[in-house]
């Protein structure tokens, strides 16, 4: 049965106003009914738990419901429980002594606000079972339960929770009961195991051993906690549901043996705790009275350092004595900081430590207050301060004389290492030797020096004043600090007066080189081109000339007659420029100028200009005379020039006369080709007598080439040209009589007729439309046309490689003639040859060597049989030979 059910619903009020924890009489009944095996679980779990308090009064009970009948080990067990004394027992031994006892100890439980139901003496004394483990149960809820109180919880609910609580970080154990909860045994390990870790090794237990488990909590418990044995392993394992009361007995005793332990354990922190806190007050007050005194005799000593103003005279000491007064604040004075930092904190903190303890505050001892060591700390840092700034204006005013001794040093040195030199730099007579480009850099080069100068003013008068200031703090060595600088403004002065002489020696000098200087320049602007008029007359002078005609010579010497009458107007400009020369020269002599160099814009000089004019001068008549001699030379070559001209004009159309009427006599055909030949042959004879007239133009013509002449207008014809026409004219008369001879032959070998032969010109005639003794292509075309020729392209271009075998385009007379006389004679050609050859073979395509030898002369026959190949036909028999290929090379080769 559920007890926290029961609660639920009946609320039996009892004087403590707590819930009931006892449960009526019919559910006790009814439980005790429902199973043997949890009566059996309850007497031995409620003996068990009499016997660990009795035990405290020496003794024990063996059977429950026997050894409380008589109500002694009864009240005795309620005394060593309650810890209170109970109405003195009745020692007789009879019912009524035994009732009364029993009474007593029921009172005693009533009185302690337990509500009995149905529970009488007399059947305590009667020995009945079910009744006694009732009452026992009471006392159990009353004394071991009812008052355990977790986190708002009391009685039952309270110990569940603490199981609940103290087994909560075991994951393998779930309290939710009294009951089931509890079978494994691992709910007891792990409240042991929580409260005392050493005592199992909880890792080692398994849940599916819950014998070992329940064992090992019992035997541990009782060895170690001083908790009896109150539950039987087998029982709790073998019953379905073990009894709650039982359960709830025996944890009870985990929670009193821990809870009990945790009381004593606190007790003594509590007293060990008031302790401590009294030791450490204590302490930090005698800390806190020792570091007070160690700090203020600290102070008492170092201020009187701190107010010593006794000043140095050397500025080491006085830098020592800032060292030192460096490392007390570096060094000795910030652990101070920091123990009055702490006393203060430990001050508070005391304090804080006694109120919280509610013990009385501190007092410091006289003298020693927070607030007397703040005062002695706020009058040391008034003597520091002070202190310092003594110090560092001591040191200051030592600094500032040292520091403008320097100053003076540092800037007299740097003005003394820049005057150095300067002196004679402006002494010098550089000027004197300078050109004027370099007085211009020189005048540069001193204007940057005046503003270098008024630039070092300022430290003139710095050095005055730094001197004057140290003068004025009576410096040590005032002495060499003023004559340094008297010695300083005496050669400033010196420098000043320097500067202005050398810029006006400097500023006139200039202006009489930029004199000199217009001067040159004008000198170079007019010599130039004198001096090139000069050397272009000097080159026309001395020019060769070459003309070929009177007209040029005459043309050259108007040139020259010009050229002479300009001489006196450059004369007048030659004696300008020379004047302009002496004006420099007369300079440079009054103002004793240093003419260094030359004319800068020109290297044309005087001697060269008047050298030159010499010249002129001398080449003038030698001119004159160059061109009269050549007049002379042109005369005598135009004279020349008629002569060869007189002959030329008629050797020339006489030649070509000669030319046309030999031309007409191979063309015209008068007569017979014997006639025309006797004519020629006269012709020849006449040509031949006309050489001496050839060779004395000959000679003229030598005359000409050696006096160079190489143009004559007085005639086309060059001897080039004669020359040529005399060789055609010999060339024309000894061919035209070869032409002649050829036909003859021809005429003969081929029997043609003179009539033939003249028909045969007037075609050659007719077609040769240029009249050049040639017809070309289409000329021979249109006359083949013209004789009742049609041919196609092909056989025309046969016809032109036999009458043009040169491929010269052009067709002679003597081939027109050859190729017409082999079209009207009786001609042999290769295929009648080749058809003479079938008919010696009879018939057949070869011929046999034998054959040959039998029809032809012997040494015809072997020439035959030599050039003849081998016949390669398929009618071919041994000894065959090729007559057709030889016959067409008969005609082939031009040889044969």
Known sequence: MDHHHQQQHHHHQYDGGENDYMPQEDDWDRDMLLDPAWEKQQRKTFTAWCNSHLRKAGTQIDNIEEDFRDGLKLMLLLEVISGERLAKPERGKMRVHKISNVNKALDFIASKGVKLVSIGAEEIVDGNAKMTLGMIWTIILRFAIQDISVEETSAKEGLLLWCQRKTAPYKNVNIQNFHISWKDGLGFCALIHRHRPELIDYGKLRKDDPMTNLNTAFDVAEKYLDIPKMLDAEDIVSTLRPDEKAIMTYVSCYYHAFSGKQKAETAANRICKVLAVNQENEQLMEDYEKLASDLLEWIRRTIPWLENRVPENTMQAMQQKLEDFRDYRRLHKPPKVQEKCQLEINF????????????????????????????????????????????????????????????????????????????????????????????????????????????????????????????????????????????????????????????????????????????????AKRAAPFNNWMEGAMEDLQDTFIVHTIEEIQGLSTAHEQFKATLPEADKERQAILGIHNEIAKIVQTYHVNMAGTNPYTTINPQEINAKWDKVRQLVPQRDQALVEEHARQQNNERLRRQFANQANVIGPWIQTKMEEIGRISIEMHGTLEDQLTHLRQYEKSIVNYKPKIDQLEGDHQLIQEALIFDNKHTNYTMEHIRVGWEQLLTTIARTINEIENQILTRDAKGISQDQMNEFRASFNHFDRKRTGMMDAEDFRACLISMGYNMGEAEFSRIMSIVDPNRLGLITFQAFIDFMSRETADTDTADQVMASFKVLAGDKNYILADELRRELPPDQAEYCIARMTPYSGPDTVPGALDYMSFSTALYGESDL
């Open 348 to 523: 508070n903190t005391l304090q804080t430590k006694l109120r919280l303890s509610n013990r009385p505050a501190f007092m410091p001892s006289e003298g020693k207050m927070v607030s007397d060591i703040s005062n002695a700390w706020g009058g040391l840092e008034g003597a520091e301060k002070g202190y310092e700034e003594w110090l560092l204006n001591e040191i200051r005013r030592l600094e500032r004389l040292d520091h403008l001794a320097e100053k003076f040093r540092q800037k007299a040195a740097i003005h003394e290492a820049w005057t150095d030199g300067k002196e004679e730099m402006l002494q010098d007579k550089d000027f004197e030797t300078a050109t004027l480009s370099e007085i211009k850099a020189l005048l540069k080069k001193h204007e940057a020096f005046e503003s270098d100068l008024a630039a070092h003013q300022d430290r003139v008068e710095q050095i005055a004043a730094i001197a004057q200031e140290l003068n004025e703090l009576e410096y040590y060595d005032s002495p060499s600090v003023n004559a340094r600088c008297q010695r300083i403004c005496d050669q400033w002065d010196s420098l000043g007066v320097l500067t202005q002489k050398r810029s006006e020696a400097l500023q006139r000098t200039e202006k009489l080189l930029e004199t000199i200087d217009q001067l040159y320049l004008e000198f």
